[in-house]
């Protein structure tokens, strides 16, 4: 059985919320999944002030942990156009992973989230990709035989899953962003399965 590491940061919950629709994916595909997030860079005041989503259930993570999972599917929302910092800053921290080489071959994807239709998802999606190619994984999209790619006007690109909260910040994904939040986590884990078989 296929391992598979849902590893998010969410502000406000758009990314948590997606996180638990692509795990439901890799489950539904027979994967054993754990959802965690990294780190929060800033003090408790100032998440405070900003309104951030402190209280989430999903563990905190730590690099070791990335060993232990046969492939990873990674969660940010959109920057200007690039991951948040402390995503970024999770993944400038897995140089002894690359050193060894711990995670080469193994399958990955990404997904992420803005406040609007042009809020750099694209950009955020590819820019995630990059560690994952120097670590040597086997980064994947979500392919256009996938129906809702061609229809979404919301999230979802070749590149990986994507919300829009639109102006309200509302966290709620729609039905389209909720099917390839969940085809993305069942397509990953199926590739994961059949590359675990002897």
Same mark, same amino acid.
Request: with cysteine; hydrophobic share 40%.
């Given at each position: 059985?296929?391992?598979?590491?849902?590893?998010?940061?969410?502000?406000?919950?758009?990314?948590?919320?997606?996180?638990?629709?692509?795990?439901?994916?890799?489950?539904?595909?027979?994967?054993?999944?754990?959802?965690?997030?990294?780190?929060?860079?800033?003090?408790?005041?100032?998440?405070?002030?900003?309104?951030?989503?402190?209280?989430?259930?999903?563990?905190?993570?730590?690099?070791?942990?990335?060993?232990?999972?046969?492939?990873?599917?990674?969660?940010?929302?959109?920057?200007? $156009?690039?991951?948040?910092? #402390?995503?970024?800053?999770?993944?400038?921290?897995? &140089? %002894?992973?690359? @050193?060894?080489?711990? =995670?080469?071959?193994?399958?990955?994807?990404?997904?992420?989230?803005?406040?609007?239709?042009?809020?750099?998802?694209?950009?955020?999606?590819?820019?995630?990709?990059?560690?994952?190619?120097?670590?040597?994984?086997?980064?994947?999209?979500?392919?256009?035989?996938?129906?809702?790619?061609?229809?979404?006007?919301?999230?979802?690109?070749?590149?990986?899953?994507?919300?829009?909260? $639109?102006?309200?910040?509302? #966290?709620?994904?729609?039905?389209?962003?909720?099917? &390839? %939040?969940?085809? @993305?986590?069942?397509? =990953?884990?199926?590739?994961?399965?059949?590359?675990?078989?002897?």
């Amino acid at each position: 059985m296929a391992k598979v590491l849902v590893l998010y940061y969410s502000s406000y919950g758009h990314i948590e919320t997606m996180a638990e629709a692509i795990a439901e994916g890799a489950r539904s595909a027979g994967a054993t999944v754990d959802i965690k997030r990294v780190p929060e860079l800033v003090s408790d005041e100032l998440a405070a002030k900003s309104h951030f989503k402190t209280q989430q259930a999903a563990p905190v993570a730590e690099v070791a942990d990335l060993a232990h999972y046969d492939a990873i599917i990674v969660g940010t929302p959109t920057r200007f $156009g690039n991951m948040a910092a #402390p995503m970024k800053y999770f993944w400038d921290g897995t &140089l %002894a992973a690359w @050193q060894n080489g711990t =995670l080469v071959g193994k399958p990955a994807c990404v997904f992420t989230s803005s406040g609007s239709q042009h809020g750099g998802n694209e950009s955020t999606l590819l820019s995630m990709t990059l560690p994952l190619m120097h670590h040597g994984m086997l980064v994947m999209g979500l392919p256009f035989t996938e129906p809702d790619v061609h229809h979404t006007r919301q999230g979802g690109t070749p590149y990986g899953a994507s919300h829009v909260a $639109g102006a309200d910040g509302s #966290p709620a994904l729609s039905e389209t962003e909720s099917r &390839l %939040a969940f085809a @993305q986590g069942r397509r =990953l884990a199926n590739i994961a399965l059949k590359l675990s078989r002897p």
